[in-house]
C-alpha cells in the first residue's frame, strides 16, 4: 500500500480485458432485452385490455421502485426454486439488467409516443389505414427515433452498473480486478484500471449521445 | 356520445345526394358547436363553408371525415349511414371499423398537411394504396408520380417533408388523399398556415383539380376570392348555424343577412 505499482498493473490489464468482454456482453445482451422489452410494456400500458395495462403498469412501478441488487438476488436465489428456472450467473444478471431497463425504457417509448402530434394520428386515420399500420408505419418509426438518446443513455447507465453483477459471482470486469486484487495484496491498481476504463467507454460515448439528441430533435 | 335514440330515421335520400346531414348536433361538454344543422351536397357539388372562427366549419369536415361523433342527428354519405350503422334494425354509432371501411369515399387535406415525416414524399403518397387499397408498389407508385406532375413536384419524390416549404408540403398533401381516389374531398383551411406567397401555388391546383376532376368538394377557407372561383354553393356559418346560403355570386356581391355583410366586409379587409 505504497503507491502504484507499474508490475500490479501490468499483470492486471489482461484479465481485466478478459472481463471487460464480458461487461460488454451482458450489457449488449441487457440492453437488448431491456429496449424490445421496453417496447412491448409500452405497448400493453397503452392497450385498451383493461386489466392488462394496470398489471403491466404495476409492474413497471414494482420494478422502478425496487433496487438492483435486490432484484438480483431474487431472480438468482428465487427463480430456481419456485420457478424451476435455472440459469448460467451472467444469463442471471442479463435477465435482471434487461428487465430493470426495460421498465425504464418502457417510459421513454411512451413519451416518444405521446409527443406524436394529433394530427399524425388523424391523417393516419383519414387515409383509412388499420390500426396495427398506424402504428407500425407512422406512430412507432417517429416514437422510436424520438427515443434513441435516451435510450442511448439507459445503455451507457446499464454498462456502468454491471459491476452487480459479481455479486451473483460473474466475473466481469470489476470482477477480475478484485481477484487481481487479491492475487497481487494490492487493490489501487486494478480499481483505478476498471474506472478508467469505464470512464474512457463511458465518456465518448455520452458525446454520441448527445450529438443524437442533436440529429433527432427537430424533425 | 352519440345517441342514437335522437337520431331520426331519416327518409331515403335522393340519388343525386353524395352527402346528407340530418338535424346534426355536436357539443364539447357543455359548448354546443353545432346545432340541428341540416346539409346537403349534390354529387359533383363544390360546397365552400366560411364564417367567423369557431363557427362550426371545420367540425363539420371533421365529422364527415369520422374524426369526431355526432352527439345527435345522423350523416349519411351515398345514401348509407356513416355516423351510424343499422344493427338489428336499430341504428347504433358507427364502430370504428365501419368507419374505416366508410371513410375509404372521402379524402382530406389538413391546415398543418400532417405528412408523415418518417416517410418521403412518394411513400406518403403511396402508403396508403399500398396498405389500403391493395394496389401493387409498382401501380401505386406510378399513380403517385402522376400526382405528383399534377401539383408541380415532379422532382421532390425522394425527398422528406421537413426539407420542402409548406407550399410544397400541402401539395404533396394534396397529392396523397387525391391517391386514394376519393369521391369527397374535404379541404380544411388548407392555405391558413402558408406564408402568403406560398397561398397562390397551391389554390391553383386546387383549382386545376376541381376543373379536370368530378370530385365533390367541401371546403373550409377564409380565400372568398378562391372561394368564389371553385363553389357552386357558399355557406356562411355563425354560432353553429347557417345563416346564410346562396351561389357565389349571389353571397358575396349581394348578402341578404347583414351578419354576412359584417363578416365579409371584416374579411376583405384584411386581404
Given at each position: ?55 403491466t403498469w404495476a409492474f413497471v412501478e414494482f420494478v422502478r421502485d425496487t433496487p438492483l441488487l435486490v432484484q438480483l438476488y431474487f431472480v438468482f436465489f428465487s427463480f430456481p426454486v419456485t420457478l424451476g428456472i435455472k440459469m448460467s450467473p451472467l444469463m442471471t444478471g442479463v435477465v435482471t439488467l434487461g428487465v430493470h431497463y426495460a421498465a ?116 | ?61 371533421r365529422l364527415l371525415m369520422g374524426l369526431e361523433q355526432v352527439t345527435s342527428g345522423t350523416i349519411r354519405v351515398d345514401g348509407e349511414y356513416f355516423s351510424h350503422m343499422e344493427r338489428r334494425g336499430k341504428l347504433v354509432p358507427a364502430s370504428e371499423k365501419h368507419l374505416r371501411l366508410a371513410r375509404r369515399r372521402i379524402g382530406m387535406v ?162
Amino acid at each position: 500500500m505504497t503507491g502504484w505499482d507499474w508490475g500490479v498493473a501490468s499483470a492486471a490489464f489482461p484479465l481485466m480485458l478478459k472481463g471487460l468482454a464480458v461487461t460488454a456482453e451482458a450489457t449488449v445482451l441487457g440492453s437488448c432485452l431491456a429496449f424490445v422489452l421496453g417496447l412491448i410494456l409500452t405497448l400493453l400500458r397503452l392497450s385498451r385490455v383493461p386489466v392488462l395495462a394496470q398489471v403491466t403498469w404495476a409492474f413497471v412501478e414494482f420494478v422502478r421502485d425496487t433496487p438492483l441488487l435486490v432484484q438480483l438476488y431474487f431472480v438468482f436465489f428465487s427463480f430456481p426454486v419456485t420457478l424451476g428456472i435455472k440459469m448460467s450467473p451472467l444469463m442471471t444478471g442479463v435477465v435482471t439488467l434487461g428487465v430493470h431497463y426495460a421498465a425504464y425504457t418502457s417510459d421513454t417509448y411512451r413519451a416518444g409516443i405521446q409527443a406524436i402530434p394529433r394530427g399524425q394520428w388523424e391523417a393516419a386515420r383519414a387515409l383509412s389505414l388499420p390500426r396495427h399500420r398506424v402504428w407500425l408505419s407512422v406512430v412507432l418509426p417517429q416514437a422510436i427515433r424520438r427515443s434513441v438518446p435516451s435510450l442511448g443513455n439507459y445503455l451507457i447507465s446499464m454498462f456502468k452498473d454491471t459491476p452487480i453483477l459479481l455479486t451473483v459471482g460473474v466475473l466481469e470486469m470489476v470482477g477480475q480486478a478484485e481477484q487481481a486484487g487479491a492475487a497481487n495484496y494490492s487493490y489501487v491498481e486494478p480499481f483505478t484500471i476498471a474506472g478508467f476504463l469505464f470512464l474512457v467507454l463511458s465518456y465518448p460515448s455520452s458525446i454520441l449521445v448527445r450529438r443524437l439528441e442533436r440529429y433527432v430533435g427537430p424533425r | 356520445m352519440s345517441d342514437p335514440g335522437n337520431a331520426p330515421v331519416a327518409a331515403p335520400v335522393g340519388t343525386d345526394e353524395k352527402i346528407t346531414f340530418s338535424k346534426v348536433a355536436k357539443r364539447f361538454g357543455p359548448k354546443v358547436v353545432l346545432q340541428d344543422l341540416d346539409l346537403n351536397v349534390k354529387v359533383g357539388e363544390r360546397v365552400t363553408l366560411i364564417g367567423p372562427s369557431g363557427s362550426g366549419k371545420t367540425t363539420i369536415l371533421r365529422l364527415l371525415m369520422g374524426l369526431e361523433q355526432v352527439t345527435s342527428g345522423t350523416i349519411r354519405v351515398d345514401g348509407e349511414y356513416f355516423s351510424h350503422m343499422e344493427r338489428r334494425g336499430k341504428l347504433v354509432p358507427a364502430s370504428e371499423k365501419h368507419l374505416r371501411l366508410a371513410r375509404r369515399r372521402i379524402g382530406m387535406v389538413f391546415q398543418q398537411y400532417n405528412l408523415f415525416p418518417n416517410m418521403t414524399v412518394l411513400r406518403n403518397i403511396t402508403e396508403a394504396p399500398v396498405r389500403v387499397l391493395g394496389k401493387s408498389r409498382a401501380d401505386a407508385e406510378a399513380r403517385a408520380r402522376e400526382l405528383l406532375a399534377m401539383v408541380g413536384l415532379e422532382d421532390c419524390e425522394g425527398h422528406r417533408p421537413h426539407q420542402l416549404s409548406g407550399g410544397m408540403q400541402q401539395r404533396v398533401a394534396i397529392a396523397r388523399a387525391l391517391a386514394m381516389q376519393p369521391e369527397v374531398l374535404l379541404l380544411d383551411e388548407v392555405t391558413a398556415a402558408l406564408d402568403p406567397e406560398l397561398i397562390g401555388g397551391v389554390l391553383n391546383v386546387l383549382r386545376e383539380i376541381a376543373a379536370t376532376t368530378d370530385i365533390t368538394m367541401l371546403i373550409v377557407t377564409h380565400e372568398m376570392r378562391f372561394a368564389q372561383d371553385i363553389s357552386d354553393r357558399v355557406l356562411m356559418f355563425d354560432g353553429g348555424q347557417v345563416v346564410e346560403e346562396a351561389a357565389p355570386g349571389k353571397l358575396f356581391s349581394d348578402p341578404d343577412h347583414e351578419r354576412t355583410r359584417q363578416f365579409l366586409s371584416a374579411v376583405l379587409e384584411k386581404t
